[in-house]
């Protein structure tokens, strides 16, 4: 006991929330890291898939033109409805572990950029005169905006974690390409040489 303090040992229960709280940090990947080629090789995979899967629904190609036509088909399929917004949490993770990865903090980079998108899109449906398409969708500048992320996400060089060995404590369970961000283990680790004296 040392001014107040009593250590004592986590109950089995509370290895095993412990556990889980680890595990929850990887959900949208707030917690994870993602190099350049793997998020290219990740993205790519994801999109190709989406699009067989499009095609073996629809029997029309997403690039074929015909857009009006397969959102009309689209719309009408429960699977390709449910498929679309699963891509679209597999890409925000893939992109928020990027982001982790360049070195900024991705729940204010993920969430000003869907907030970007957001704005972006009411701007071109109230007035249609900024819209890119006739569909009113988006602005010149949001997708300007939009590209240059992608461009970043892309081609911005990470902090090169996997390559150098880090001086503070890595948490077992990483294996390189997914490797989870160990600033937490290493405060606990410092506080814990603090309070052995």
Known sequence: MLAGFTVRKASPGEVAAKGVR??????????????????FFCTFVTGIGFMMLVYGITGNAPASGRTDVLLAQASSSPALIFAFYGMLVI?????????????WDP???????????????????????????????TTVVGTAVNGVMN?????????????????????NGGDGMFERNSASAAAGSRMARIASG
């Not at 890409?91 to 070195?103: A, K």
């Not at 980079?109 to 907030?115: E, G, L």
């Not at 970007?116 to 819209?131: K, N, S, T």
Request: glycine residues 8%; proline residues 5%.
């Open 107 to 137: 729940v204010c980079v993920m969430a000003a950029w869907v907030a970007l998108m957001v704005l972006d899109r009411a701007i071109a449906g109230r007035f249609p005169e900024y819209a890119l398409t006739y569909q009113h969708t």
């Open 22 to 39: 680890h595990m929850l940090n990887y959900i949208f990947g707030f917690n994870a890291r993602m190099g350049r080629l793997a998020f």
């Open 151 to 171: 461009l970043v996400l892309m081609f911005w060089p990470g902090r090169g974690h996997v390559d150098k060995a880090s001086p503070l404590p890595r948490e």
């Open 91 to 103: 890409c925000f993770m893939l992109q928020s572990m990027r982001v982790r990865d360049i070195g």
